[in-house]
């Protein structure tokens, strides 16, 4: 079985500033990690992936993530914040039998934007 | 975006009531599943679908059960609905690699 802790229920951050939010599983098989974001008032959207490769991944709006196995992290980073980027965050593992075995999700993290 | 939709968006319901919620994709993929989100305890799944008839359940099944008789359609019902199943319900479906998974819109339940 999976279990992720995202360590903070909440992150205030100011606009252009950078921020981190943190992502730890625990997991006794391999893992596939991903990000999720959601606005308000939305479904989730998915943000980021890692299946296998390059450990550094990044989207599109300018986030990344790095898996670091020996950490069992998966931290999400943006350099500079934008008002549109506030929204809550959710880290998800699934092991290696996808689909049957489903996603673990952590409790999620609040980005909240200050401009 | 993946073409989910759930209806109705939002109900509300009165306990001890009957109340069903569907999902519908038009991506024929094989795996469906059903998550409540309430603050503080992230998504949790209630139960998910491998196949046309073929369901298993996830960590909060109690009090839901589900449906699949098409590949386009998975049903999420109450028998008999409580406060405690007051949510927000979002349905998902994988997507080709059968690993991240794609929201639905979700759907608002209050039951009084």
């Known amino acids: 079985a999976q279990s992720v802790t995202q360590l903070d229920s909440q992150v205030p951050v100011f606009e252009e500033a950078p921020v981190e939010l943190r992502c730890n599983y625990s997991?006794?098989?391999?893992?596939?990690l991903f990000w999720y974001v959601q606005y308000p008032n939305q479904g989730l959207q998915l943000l980021l992936k890692y299946l296998s490769g390059s450990t550094l991944v990044k989207s599109i709006n300018g986030f990344e993530a790095e898996f670091n196995k020996s950490q069992t992290s998966f931290h999400l980073r943006k350099p500079s914040v934008h008002i549109s980027d506030t929204a809550e965050y959710f880290c998800?593992?699934?092991?290696?039998?996808?689909?049957?075995?489903?996603?673990?999700f952590g409790k999620g993290t609040h980005l909240i934007i200050q401009p | 975006d993946a073409g989910i939709t759930q209806s109705p968006r939002h109900k509300v319901t009165e306990t001890g009531t009957p109340v069903t919620l569907r999902c519908h994709q038009t991506?024929?993929?094989?795996?469906m599943y059903w998550y409540r989100q309430d603050p503080g305890h992230g998504l949790r799944l209630i139960h998910y679908s491998y196949g046309v008839k073929d369901t298993d359940k996830g960590e909060v099944s109690d009090g839901y059960s589900v449906s699949r008789s098409k590949t386009e359609d998975f049903l999420l019902t109450l028998e008999s609905a409580t406060s405690s199943q007051t949510s927000v319900y979002f349905c998902?479906?994988?997507?080709?690699?059968?690993?991240?998974?794609?929201f639905g819109p979700g759907t608002r339940l209050t039951v009084t």
């Open positions: 998902a479906i994988t997507g080709a690699t059968e690993y991240e998974q794609y």
């Open positions: 991506e024929n993929h094989r795996y």
């Open positions: 997991s006794s098989v391999s893992v596939y």
């Open positions: 998800a593992v699934s092991a290696p039998g996808g689909g049957a075995d489903g996603l673990t």
